[in-house]
């Protein structure tokens, strides 16, 4: 089965073509660039750069990889949780499309699509396994026992781990987004000048809180002079408060679920720090890390179009003849709602 994908969650445009058989057939990233100024996404913003992108993309990335239309057999698109204008586009597109050329179309939960990102490498994880997802709207632990079968061990209660890196990027005059100009500041800083907090780890639990670490990191920048070792070193003990929590409670989450396996997925999950720490804390547990290759990590079509094949096969096995011809978009949704495969 071959399954064309289209993300459009957020501020990345992403298009690519997944077949059961050969993997990964072609892919293709816009990061919309509009938002910088801005310090973060304006929602109505993305939604028209989505318009004029998405179809345009589509067109290239099948003529440029050769692919006929009339080989593919289903159109996946993200349906949420995200920014609603910027979903509809994409569900919109991918409905119509999947109308036009007479195949199935199915909405994806893009929380789901990040878990199963690791799947795209040659080498991928077993079920069941423990996933962090860190992204820039969520954080949380989960539970995986199958595709759909997810149950959520923690969550932020208050910022996600991307968020904060973000907003920390901002109050230290970095650009949007902010991950990975922290992590490049955080090289020339000095990790024993300051010691911010591990939150919520003092306490039994799995849920996360980094709204507290983006304050205190405020708060050290005005009791400092703002030179840029300062900031430096203020990036450096924010990410390592950012890795060490994380760490803390994968550990913990490994303990209660047991499993073999820690698959780390969504943006933050780019972040070198975090996959060093990871890598070693699982090696002494005698536990295997995935990840998803750094591209992979971050929004894109390629998680879209594999999570959507799954479904769609699944569907296909089944001998059920669902036509559902909604356009699904949902700003808020579980993953817990979502239908085991
Ligand atoms: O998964 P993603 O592309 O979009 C959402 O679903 O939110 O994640 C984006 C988030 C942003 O907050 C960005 O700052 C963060 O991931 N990010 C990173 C890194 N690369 C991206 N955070 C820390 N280190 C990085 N290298
Ligand atoms: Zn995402």
């Not at 595709?147 to 890196?165: R, T």
């Not at 879209?304 to 909604?326: D, E, M, P, T």
Request: charge should be negative.
């Amino acid at each position: 089965m071959r399954v064309l994908g289209i993300e459009t969650s957020c501020d990345e445009t992403g298009i690519a073509v997944y077949d059961s058989e050969q993997g990964l057939l072609a892919h293709a990233i816009y990061t919309q660039e509009i938002h910088a100024d801005y310090g973060g996404v304006v929602p109505e913003l993305a939604s028209r750069d989505h318009i004029k992108k998405c179809i345009p993309m589509v067109d290239k990335l099948l003529a440029n990889n050769n692919i006929n239309q009339q080989t593919i057999d289903g159109v996946a698109y993200t349906a949420g949780p995200g920014l609603i204008g910027a979903l509809l586009v994409g569900a919109t597109i991918g409905r119509s499309l999947a109308w036009g050329w007479q195949i199935p179309a199915v909405a994806i939960h893009h929380m789901e699509g990040h878990l199963l990102a690791p799947m795209l490498e040659d080498t991928t994880p077993q079920f069941p396994f423990t996933a962090l997802l860190v992204s820039g709207g969520h954080t949380m632990l989960v539970d995986v026992k199958g595709v759909g079968n997810y149950h959520i061990l923690g969550e932020s209660i208050d910022d996600a781990a991307g968020e904060a890196f973000d907003k920390t990027a901002k109050l230290l005059g970095l650009g949007y987004p902010g991950g990975p100009a922290v992590a490049e500041l955080a090289l020339k800083g000095d990790s024993d000048r300051f010691h911010f907090p591990r939150p919520m780890t003092n306490r039994p639990g799995l849920d996360f809180s980094f709204s507290g670490l983006k304050t205190f990191a405020m708060n050290t920048l005005k009791n400092e002079n703002d030179d840029v070792q300062t900031k430096a070193d203020i990036a450096c003990a924010f990410e390592d408060a950012v890795v060490d929590t994380l760490a803390i409670k994968c550990k913990r989450a490994l303990e209660q679920t047991q499993h073999e396996t820690l698959i780390i997925a969504g943006g933050v999950g780019a972040n070198k720090k975090l996959r060093q720490h990871l890598m070693q804390l699982t090696n002494k547990l005698n536990k295997s890390v995935f990840y998803p290759k750094l591209e992979f990590c971050t929004d894109n079509g390629a998680m879209i179009a594999l999570a959507g094949c799954i479904r769609l096969q699944a569907l296909q096995n089944s001998g059920v003849q669902k036509k559902n011809l909604a356009i699904e978009a949902y700003s808020r949704w579980s993953l817990e709602e979502l239908s085991p495969v």
